[in-house]
């Protein structure tokens, strides 16, 4: 069985950085792209950042120049570091992963369980 489980949530004042990892798990054969969601109350989840195999990058415009992906292909994890954080990026955060398990003929949509993000003074 595969799963995503995320790390590094918190509590952070406004201007201040976190750094959130999501590790896969399970028998996996594969890993095309990463990427990180999140989602406030009361709106829509939303794409923040996501990674290729290939380590291309895109971002949200509204996190762009603050947020940073990266990938450890190895460890099967992926990375966002957060800096400058503004109350707006207030919201719960979920990892994704389009993975391709040992013997199966189909990707898994992969998600994690999603880590509380508050910034506030």
């Known amino acids: 069985q595969v799963q995503l489980v995320e790390s590094g949530g918190g509590l952070v004042q406004p201007g201040g950085s976190l750094r959130l990892s999501c590790a896969a798990s399970?028998?996996?054969?594969?890993?095309?792209?990463m990427g990180w969601f999140r989602q406030a109350p009361g709106k829509q989840r939303e794409l923040v950042a996501v990674?290729?195999?290939?380590?291309?990058?895109n971002y949200d415009a509204s996190v762009k120049g603050r947020f940073t992906i990266s990938r450890d292909d190895v460890k099967h994890t992926v990375y966002l570091q957060m800096n400058s954080l503004k109350p707006e990026d207030t919201a719960v955060y979920y990892c994704?992963?389009?993975?391709?398990?040992?013997?199966?003929?189909?990707?898994?949509?992969?998600w994690g369980q999603g880590t509380q993000v508050t910034v506030s003074s």
């Open positions: 994704h992963a389009d993975i391709l398990p040992w013997g199966a003929s189909s990707w898994l949509n992969a």
């Open positions: 990674i290729t195999s290939a380590a291309t990058t």
């Open positions: 399970g028998s996996i054969f594969s890993i095309n792209d």
